[in-house]
């Protein structure tokens, strides 16, 4: 067996072996596959793809590569996780709501990946977070908030940890076979009992139509399934930005408005839903519907909110950060308006476009070493058929330098397209994906 051969095989479109996998695998995970073997391994796969069985072999390889936790605790075991987006921080959102609900939520995550942004990005733009705990730390978080949101250790899922990164610099990412690899070895290793899925479709998505974000949901549902743990999975909308901020500080922000204000809007009622059919999987409510409305009360009573403090000092952030979250998140030094050219009604919002833009004012990578600027970002996006006035504000951008910023408005202007009638309207969740 050798790395050669393995990439022939996938390069000649044929589907390698259960032994070959597992091999492959344990070479990421120790090394002894070169980050050239393995980059041509992902290139290979994202062009030919990989039968059912062998994205399940792959899954499995990949979580076997490293250990696999076990919990004892007095409430369910369950997690959430996203395809990726733009302004999506519904997780951090969901995981405290959940934690209040009596549910233990040992959410593995990832940094940014292409044009969107990372779970862990930004939870470290608060300060002294630190989410590479060790697995002592990460078992006592989780007892002790309910929730804990951390990266996946040396030992958790180490072939993913390694591929991962390669493929964002591999133009790697958009593959159904990885994607699913990717997202469920580490979902498994972390030893859950249930999990939902929000896979996007859209302009900010990596799955730009229905179809191929209902072929991703099922592919996804389907192997988790059989490895085990019971899942769902809801295929969401990503036409528009979810939250109308993005980049790291200023998505915080938008998540401090949903658990410490109530604040309305997609974020929100995303959250409510993923998290009542989550309750109901897991049997703390009878059916979706009380989920979600435990969901709610969890955040209007304040009670989220709170179990986003306690898990936030538990991770090495400050105390007290729910009441005074204002006060300790970078701004940055430029922030300018960009206006509407024209009066009329967003007709598009290309959300690729403007999650590539907050890379490029440095919130996010473009190679694997690049140390992200957590203050930088646009906020205050307008929404997709929104009316507007010649002049308006389309959004604000947050940059480090004038130079940065007045590059990025020449994109913007041409990613938000306004018309003269309002686009069709496109519902948040278009369907669900059950086993």
């Known amino acids: 067996m050798d790395a050669r051969s393995v990439i022939a095989d996938l390069r000649a479109g044929h589907s390698p072996s259960?032994?070959?996998?597992?091999?492959?695998?344990?070479?990421?995970?120790?090394?002894?596959?070169?980050?050239?073997?393995?980059?041509?391994?992902?290139?290979?796969?994202?062009?030919?793809?990989?039968?059912?069985?062998?994205?399940?072999?792959?899954?499995?390889?990949?979580?076997?590569?490293?250990?696999?936790?076990?919990?004892?605790?007095?409430?369910?075991?369950?997690?959430?996780?996203?395809?990726?987006?733009?302004?999506?921080?519904?997780?951090?959102?969901?995981?405290?709501?959940?934690?209040?609900?009596?549910?233990?939520?040992?959410?593995?995550?990832?940094?940014?990946?292409?044009?969107?942004?990372?779970?862990?990005?930004?939870?470290?733009?608060?300060?002294?977070?630190?989410?590479?705990?060790?697995?002592?730390?990460?078992?006592?978080?989780?007892?002790?908030?309910?929730?804990?949101?951390?990266?996946?250790?040396?030992?958790?899922?180490?072939?993913?940890?390694?591929?991962?990164?390669?493929?964002?610099?591999?133009?790697?990412v958009e593959s159904l076979d990885l994607i699913t690899a990717s997202i469920l070895s580490k979902k498994l290793a972390a030893g859950l009992e249930q999990l939902v899925l929000d896979v996007k479709v859209g302009s900010g998505a990596f799955m730009k139509s229905l179809d191929d974000a209902r072929a991703l949901a099922q592919s996804l549902v389907g192997t988790a399934n059989l490895a085990g743990c019971p899942t769902s999975a809801v295929i969401s909308d990503m036409s528009a930005p979810l939250a109308p901020a993005l980049g790291n500080a200023l998505e915080i922000?938008?998540?401090?408005?949903?658990?410490?204000?109530?604040?309305?809007?997609?974020?929100?009622?995303?959250?409510?839903?993923?998290?009542?059919?989550?309750?109901?999987?897991?049997?703390?409510?009878?059916?979706?519907?009380?989920?979600?409305?435990?969901?709610?009360?969890?955040?209007?009573?304040?009670?989220?909110?709170?179990?986003?403090?306690?898990?936030?000092?538990?991770?090495?952030?400050?105390?007290?950060?729910?009441?005074?979250?204002?006060?300790?998140l970078p701004e940055a030094p430029v922030i300018q308006e960009v206006a509407a050219p024209e009066a009329g009604y967003v007709a598009e919002i290309d959300g690729q476009a403007l999650g590539l833009v907050v890379v490029d004012l440095g919130g996010g990578r473009k190679i694997e070493s690049d140390v992200i600027d957590p203050a930088v970002g646009l906020s205050d996006v307008v929404t997709l058929g929104q009316s507007i006035t010649k002049g308006q504000p389309l959004l604000r951008i947050h940059a480090a330098r004038e130079d940065q910023a007045e590059q990025a408005k020449r994109t913007i202007l041409k990613a938000i397209k306004i018309g003269s009638k309002a686009p069709k309207s496109l519902p948040l969740i278009h369907e669900w994906v059950r086993a």
Request: net charge negative; charged share 20%; hydrophobic share 45%.
């Open 18 to 172: 259960q032994e070959a996998l597992t091999w492959f695998a344990k070479g990421l995970a120790d090394h002894s596959v070169s980050d050239a073997q393995a980059g041509a391994f992902a290139m290979a796969i994202c062009l030919n793809g990989l039968s059912e069985t062998a994205r399940a072999d792959l899954t499995l390889a990949m979580r076997d590569s490293g250990d696999c936790l076990t919990w004892e605790c007095d409430g369910p075991v369950v997690d959430k996780h996203s395809t990726g987006g733009v302004g999506d921080c519904v997780s951090l959102v969901l995981a405290p709501a959940l934690a209040a609900c009596g549910a233990y939520v040992p959410m593995i995550s990832g940094r940014g990946l292409g044009h969107t942004g990372g779970t862990l990005d930004k939870l470290e733009s608060i300060p002294g977070l630190r989410v590479d705990l060790e697995e002592a730390r990460f078992r006592a978080v989780l007892h002790d908030a309910g929730a804990a949101i951390v990266s996946a250790s040396a030992n958790i899922a180490p072939a993913d940890k390694r591929l991962y990164a390669i493929r964002d610099v591999t133009s790697t």
């Open 253 to 328: 922000s938008e998540v401090m408005g949903v658990l410490c204000e109530g604040r309305e809007g997609p974020l929100r009622d995303l959250t409510y839903a993923l998290g009542g059919a989550l309750l109901a999987d897991a049997r703390i409510a009878k059916d979706p519907d009380e989920g979600c409305a435990m969901i709610a009360d969890a955040i209007s009573s304040g009670r989220a909110a709170e179990a986003f403090g306690k898990m936030v000092y538990a991770q090495g952030g400050p105390v007290a950060f729910a009441e005074n979250w204002q006060r300790f």
